[in-house]
T-cell receptor, first 115, second 119 residues
Framework: DAKTTQPTSMDCAEGRAANLPCNHSTISGNEYVYWYRQIHSQGPQYIIHGLKNNETNEMASLIITEDRKSSTLILPHATLRDTAVYYCIVRVGLSSGGGADGLTFGKGTHLIIQP | DVKVTQSSRYLVKRTGEKVFLECVQDMDHENMFWYRQDPGLGLRLIYFSYDVKMKEKGDIPEGYSVSREKKERFSLILESASTNQTSMYLC??????????????????FGPGTRLTVL
């Protein structure tokens, strides 16, 4: 079962920052927050992950609250191509199985970028 | 960039046919995965492999088998396709171990998917 809660859908104007929230109140100390997205009819795409510090890469920024019970994915300048379903998941960063464990996605947030 | 490719984007087969779905990754990843994705059911793990010739059942292995003869290639086989196997099939790969400071830290990288229709 997914251990995260996300809004079902969100709209954002093109060129504005898109802020996608995620609640993960039962996160464990060794679990990371990962974000993936899936554009219609394509495979999921990894975006970013973090443990407790804020993270930034070429795609997005991840802000994690100090108590780690929630986080926000920020797309700084959303474009129409960012329209997708965004999945927030929590999982261990380095599992005892060497990472060979399946991903479980919840329903995610359908982000619609408006022109 | 990590690249995971799948042999077909769209495939139409008839009930009872044997179906092969091929997946190739070019980043020397040890782990490879096959999922299916259906509306309302999300992503479900069929099989995974953590090394050549090694395979492990996922959550829904019934009706499927896999083959991993080479590190870069992971094949999903439907021995006798049925209509309830109509789905989007996704292949993914990941490094077996990631380390502190490594960019690849248990992320899975997905292929574009194969939309299989069984008539």
């Amino acid at each position: 079962d997914a251990k995260t809660t996300q809004p079902t859908s969100m709209d954002c104007a093109e060129g504005r920052a898109a802020n996608l929230p995620c609640n993960h109140s039962t996160i464990s100390g060794n679990e990371y927050v990962y974000w993936y997205r899936q554009i219609h009819s394509q495979g999921p795409q990894y975006i970013i992950h973090g443990l407790k510090n804020n993270e930034t890469n070429e795609m997005a920024s991840l802000i994690i609250t100090e108590d780690r019970k929630s986080s926000t994915l920020i797309l700084p300048h959303a474009t129409l191509r960012d329209t997708a379903v965004y999945y927030c998941i929590v999982r261990v960063g380095l599992s005892s199985g060497g990472g060979a464990d399946g991903l479980t996605f919840g329903k995610g947030t359908h982000l619609i970028i408006q022109p | 960039d990590v690249k995971v490719t799948q042999s077909s984007r769209y495939l139409v087969k008839r009930t009872g046919e044997k179906v092969f779905l091929e997946c190739v990754q070019d980043m020397d990843h040890e782990n490879m995965f096959w999922y299916r994705q259906d509306p309302g059911l999300g992503l479900r793990l069929i099989y995974f492999s953590y090394d050549v010739k090694m395979k492990e059942k996922g959550d829904i292995p019934e009706g499927y088998s896999v083959s991993r003869e080479k590190k870069e290639r992971f094949s999903l086989i439907l021995e006798s396709a049925s209509t309830n196997q109509t789905s989007m099939y996704l292949c993914a790969s990941s490094l077996r171990w990631g380390g502190s400071g490594s960019k690849f830290y248990n992320e899975q990288f997905f292929g574009p998917g194969t939309r299989l229709t069984v008539l």
